[in-house]
């Protein structure tokens, strides 16, 4: 099984640029997950979702917006990237259920210049 | 709002010797779930314990275990026979029970191991 996959796993975008950060699974979990990896400061969650078709957000949603049309994919899309949003960003996913932790992608390094 | 405190931004361990990182955490939540997770310089999350807080038993894995103390908050990992290999940074993690299995995550611990 390939897990979570993430791509792209390094990407430089100019301020005011747009892009679409992928993430898929292959394991059928319910749940998936961005959070974002800032030096000293641990993950954050940005937004979540239970379930194709439902999504809400974490707690730092600002300046992100994500689908879940399929129980496989959840982008998360970066609006007008800000230098704010140079971080490192980390895709999960698990099941309906805390016994089995969540399958972490590898992350995307993301640097705004 | 629930928070998770590490206090030990880094630390050190010679090779074979043992070592315990802290981690508290704040909640008013009966029921959850702790964590540690190890992330080397690979950048992949690994998931090296779970604690159920309605275990009292403390949750053993191999070389790492957990001393749980519910009524203080507190769930340190202690590594036993340190190994090369266990260099890394380990973040603690909070997740309340039936909140969409939401982490929760402590700032992180950056441990190296010395030979």
């Known amino acids: 099984n390939a897990g979570v996959t993430q791509t792209p796993k390094f990407r430089i975008l100019k301020i005011g640029q747009s892009m679409t950060l992928q993430c898929t699974q292959d394991?059928?979990?319910?749940?998936m997950y961005w959070y974002r990896q800032d030096p000293g400061m641990g993950l954050k969650l940005i937004y979540y979702?239970?379930?194709?078709?439902?999504?809400d957000k974490g707690e730092v949603p600002n300046g992100y917006n994500v689908s879940r049309s399929t129980t496989e994919d959840f982008p998360l899309r970066l609006e007008l990237a800000a230098p704010s949003q140079t971080s490192v960003y980390f895709c999960?996913?698990?099941?309906?259920?805390?016994?089995?932790?969540?399958?972490f992608g590898s992350g995307t390094r993301l640097t705004v210049v | 709002a629930q928070t998770v405190t590490q206090s030990q931004p880094e630390m050190s361990v010679q090779e074979a010797e043992t070592v315990t990182l802290s981690c508290t955490y704040d909640?008013?939540?009966?029921?959850?779930?702790l964590f540690w997770y190890k992330q080397p310089p690979s950048r992949q999350m690994i998931l090296v314990i779970r604690?159920?807080?309605?275990?009292?038993q403390n949750a053993t894995e191999n070389r790492f275990s957990v001393n749980f103390q519910k009524a203080a908050k507190s769930f340190s990992l202690k590594i036993s026979d340190s190994q090369l290999g266990d260099t890394a940074m380990y973040f603690c993690?909070?997740?309340?029970?039936?909140?969409?299995?939401?982490?929760?995550f402590g700032k992180g611990t950056k441990l190296t191991v010395n030979p």
């Open positions: 993690a909070f997740m309340k029970q039936g909140g969409s299995e939401k982490l929760v």
């Open positions: 394991m059928n979990h319910n749940y």
């Open positions: 909640t008013s939540e009966s029921n959850y779930y």
């Open positions: 979702s239970v379930g194709a078709g439902i999504t």
């Open positions: 999960a996913s698990s099941y309906s259920s805390p016994d089995y932790g969540y399958t």
């Open positions: 604690q159920e807080a309605y275990k009292q």
